[in-house]
């Protein structure tokens, strides 16, 4: 009677176990298309905050609720003139400034302002004890709503939005994203393991005042 009982339970397993293994499946593509996802980080322009090869976990709900935030790490579709590619490609940069906000470079600190109010990044490029310009020119734009200022942190290797604004003649749209275009939120470094950490925003983006 036993023995039964337990060919009956090993037979209903196996009747079930497709149907668990497509359930976790479709839980897997679920989640990975409407709320977490990795990228691999395949350039330079984020160093040192993000190395080549470094992977991201990348939330892709949060701004569904709400607008991406200055200081925060996002994953967007870049522009096809930023990338070249017509197929569209995902770029990782950093939000300096949001839609309204007036952005300039620099104060006598060499620090860029938001809004009148200038931010340390500590965070920015260094080598050798040397560390990247805030910006390798003077600019001052207001963001339009909407649209995003974003910049590397390895600054003297990113093409972000302050290149494009160079490269296009000092063209606002051209240099900015538009939020809709933004995937998600990075918010933590996972592989590899001895470099895992959360990607916080400095508390020097929290005093920048409204436009």
């Keep these: 009677m036993i023995d039964e009982q337990t060919d009956k339970k090993s037979g209903s397993f196996w009747k079930e176990l497709p149907i668990l293994l497509g359930v976790a499946i479709l839980v897997a593509v679920l989640v990975r298309a409407f709320v977490l996802q990795t990228f691999?980080?395949?350039?330079?322009?984020?160093?040192?905050?993000?190395?080549?090869?470094?992977?991201?976990?990348?939330?892709k709900l949060v701004y569904d609720f709400r607008s991406p935030h200055r200081g925060e790490v996002v994953v967007f579709k870049a522009p096809t003139e930023?990338?070249?590619?017509?197929?569209?490609?995902?770029?990782?940069?950093?939000?300096?400034?949001?839609?309204?906000?007036h952005v300039v470079?620099?104060?006598?600190?060499?620090?860029?302002?938001?809004?009148?109010?200038?931010?340390?990044?500590?965070?920015?490029?260094?080598?050798?004890?040397?560390?990247?310009?805030?910006?390798?020119?003077?600019?001052d734009v207001t963001v339009p709503q909407g649209?995003?200022?974003?910049?590397?942190?390895?600054?003297?290797?990113?093409?972000?939005?302050?290149e494009h604004w160079q490269q296009s003649g000092q063209n606002i749209d051209s240099?900015?994203?538009?939020?809709?275009?933004?995937?998600?939120?990075?918010?933590?470094?996972?592989?590899?393991?001895?470099?895992?950490?959360?990607?916080?925003?400095?508390?020097?983006?929290?005093d920048v005042p409204n436009p």
């Design 40 to 59: 691999y980080i395949p350039s330079p322009s984020m160093e040192n905050t993000l190395q080549i090869n470094d992977r991201v976990l990348v939330n």
């Design 82 to 101: 930023w990338s070249g590619n017509p197929d569209g490609e995902d770029f990782i940069k950093r939000v300096i400034g949001v839609g309204g906000d």
């Design 105 to 139: 470079c620099c104060d006598p600190q060499e620090r860029i302002m938001i809004n009148g109010k200038p931010i340390d990044e500590p965070y920015i490029y260094s080598a050798n004890g040397q560390q990247d310009k805030a910006a390798d020119q003077e600019f």
């Design 147 to 162: 649209r995003l200022w974003v910049m590397g942190d390895h600054r003297s290797a990113s093409g972000d939005s302050l």
């Design 175 to 206: 240099a900015t994203i538009p939020e809709d275009q933004v995937v998600g939120r990075a918010f933590t470094v996972f592989w590899p393991v001895d470099r895992a950490t959360w990607l916080t925003v400095p508390k020097s983006f929290d």
